[in-house]
């Protein structure tokens, strides 16, 4: 598995990218990052690109990210864009994991394409003094 999560300065979000199998310890690592790279304030959201990865996480690891937000101190101001492949299985589970997420008063998204998701992301930007520290 391979990851890469990097502060977006430019656009003003956190990219997070995944290849091969994610796993439970891959997830928290990578959240970990982006909690740590979110701390300086400079984000005001998440894009997550997992075309290509295919996901090793049980439904109670999905179940279990929203709250390592929380305990990670994110903010709900903050908005996650998730990109997947056209595949059966990561739909069920990103569609899974974005009722999770809502239900507990995140702001995630689903896409099936990055242009769409980086424009959603754009518009979901605080207003001006407003920022999210992710």
């Not at 990052?33 to 439904?59: C, K, M, Q, Y």
């Not at 990670?72 to 998730?82: F, H, I, K, M, Q």
């Amino acid at each position: 598995m391979g990851w890469n999560v990097e502060l977006d300065v430019e656009r003003g979000w956190i990219a997070a990218v995944f290849a091969g199998a994610v796993t439970r310890a891959d997830s928290a690592l990578a959240t970990r990052r982006a909690l740590a790279l979110a701390a300086s304030g400079d984000a005001t959201g998440f894009l997550v690109d997992v075309r290509e990865a295919f996901s090793r996480l049980s439904t109670g690891d999905i179940y279990a990210i929203p709250a390592m937000w929380e305990h990670g101190g994110a903010d709900r101001a903050s908005a996650v864009a998730l990109v997947i492949a056209d595949d059966p299985q990561m739909r069920r589970d990103a569609e899974f994991f974005e009722n999770t997420c809502r239900n507990r008063g995140w702001n995630v998204c689903v896409f099936d394409a990055l242009a769409p998701a980086m424009a959603w992301l754009e518009r979901q930007r605080p207003a001006a003094g407003n920022t999210a520290s992710a």
